[in-house]
């Protein structure tokens, strides 16, 4: 294809490659592209480095986030996956109202959102803490055109790729065009190899260093290097509220976080145990709450504390000792239950697994479960073993505040029942009014705002 210049164009692409000149001198990597062999690629690269600002090409800027859903939507019926999408789109605008991420428009298409922002980039790292997301990906925006394509892909792989990278060309593609996705993955792969021939660039369709993607949506494409992971899930808020047993330590957390994945907001709900515990136990709760509260933005930050100490005195003057941590248990449930009540939710979580601890063997877990009457009890880390549930602690953020230094409860017995029967948990229980301990706990409990 031939061209011919004006003589303003000509000192305007005088000019420019002067400028590139100049800058490159100061060790800053500028897109080496051939201006005179397609000219839209010019304006293309002036459009870039104007937006940038002279002398801070270091940093790539996006105009686009691609959000892809998690995979549980799509395969929804149609009612209820736009009740879902809707909710999904909510949570990702209350993400960028509190981050105060400044964007132009959101538009859903099947499967995914793309987030019009000039602050793509942040935007992305916010966003992957929204539930029911399962990816997103700060792109370049352009035409469906292939030529289109071309040029921002090559830009973005003159700042993506270094000197003997392997790279590999993904396509994916919706709506009627006169190409297939192998032919973009193939033009796109070819003009990168032809215009950054300098690098000494490889192809490598296994194990690339590099993944340049290619996402054409009927007359628009983005063009993209970087996959964020989100939670996946199902959008917060699709799902009933739950109360969570919170102790602070290292598996309640990952329960209610687990809870939420799957849609449930929650009602934190904790059981201060003094005089057998101090502050340090409750500042850690209160800190690992708020962890909590950053993956459920635009939801209520309300946590319940419980003072409990007088329930744990009563067990130790009242029951057989090697009870204490049964009754103790038994006795939040039943508090649980009238939290529910109170904010319509529709069960209790929490962060019991079998043989944790020694209330938590199976025998000792059914004996916990008929203390509950009139809701069902969830443990969504019943099968999950310590390595695995600190893993995703560490992933999520609460793994710090769980592990700070606190001082356990000191009404734990030195040896517990690990195989307590019923009976004889209910006639040490014959010995209290546990109606009027509930009442007592549900009346002097707080609710703190997070």
Not at 324 to 351: D, F, N, Q, S
Not at 389 to 396: H, L, V
């Amino acid at each position: 294809m031939s061209y011919t210049l004006s003589l303003f164009q000509r000192g305007l692409i005088t000019m420019k490659l002067e400028w590139f000149q100049m800058v490159w001198t100061q060790g800053l990597r500028l897109a080496r592209v051939s201006i005179f062999k397609e000219i839209s690629t010019m304006y293309l690269l002036e459009e870039e480095a104007m937006r940038s600002g002279f002398g801070e090409r270091e940093s790539l800027r996006f105009d686009s986030v691609i959000v892809r859903h998690g995979g549980e939507i799509g395969i929804k019926g149609a009612w209820t996956r736009r009740v879902y999408e809707r909710r999904l789109l909510n949570n990702l605008k209350g993400m960028l109202k509190h981050y105060e991420i400044p964007y132009d428009a959101i538009l859903r298409r099947h499967g995914r959102f793309y987030l019009k922002t000039p602050a793509a980039t942040e935007a992305s790292l916010k966003l992957s803490g929204v539930f029911g997301v399962s990816s997103l990906s700060p792109a370049l925006e352009t035409t469906s055109g292939m030529r289109d394509i071309a040029a921002k892909s090559v830009f973005l792989a003159s700042l993506t790729l270094s000197e003997g990278n392997s790279f590999a060309v993904r396509c994916r593609r919706v709506g009627e065009h006169p190409y297939t996705s192998s032919d973009v993955c193939r033009e796109v792969g070819r003009e990168i190899l032809s215009e950054l021939s300098d690098l000494g660039l490889r192809v490598d369709l296994k194990n690339p260093d590099v993944k340049l993607g290619v996402e054409v949506r009927d007359d628009r494409a983005f063009v993209y290097s970087e996959v964020v992971r989100g939670p996946g899930g199902l959008p917060l808020g699709t799902q009933k509220k739950v109360v969570c047993l919170l102790s602070g330590g290292i598996d309640s957390p990952v329960a209610c976080w687990l809870a939420m994945k799957r849609g449930c907001p929650i009602v934190p709900l904790y059981f201060d145990n003094s005089p057998f515990t101090d502050e340090s136990t409750t500042e850690r709760a209160l800190n690992v709450a708020a962890v909590l509260f950053d993956w459920a933005i635009g939801f209520p930050r309300r946590m319940y504390m419980v003072p409990h100490g007088q329930n744990l005195t009563e067990f130790k003057m009242k029951c057989p000792e090697r009870l204490t941590c049964i009754l103790c248990k038994r006795m939040m449930y039943r508090i649980a239950e009238r939290i529910a009540e109170m904010e319509r939710a529709e069960g209790i979580v929490t962060g019991e697994a079998i043989g944790e601890q020694a209330s938590q063997t199976l025998q000792n877990l059914r004996v916990l479960n008929t203390a509950a009457k009139k809701y069902p009890i969830h443990r969504p880390l019943l099968g999950f073993d310590k390595a695995e549930t600190e893993r995703i602690a560490q992933k999520i953020g609460t793994y710090k505040p769980s592990t700070k230094r606190a001082k356990g409860c000191s009404a734990a017995p030195r040896k517990p029942a690990t195989m307590a029967k019923l009976q004889q948990v209910a006639e040490a229980e014959e010995g209290l009014n546990i109606v009027e301990m509930v009442e007592r706990s549900v009346k002097s409990l707080k609710v703190v705002n997070i």
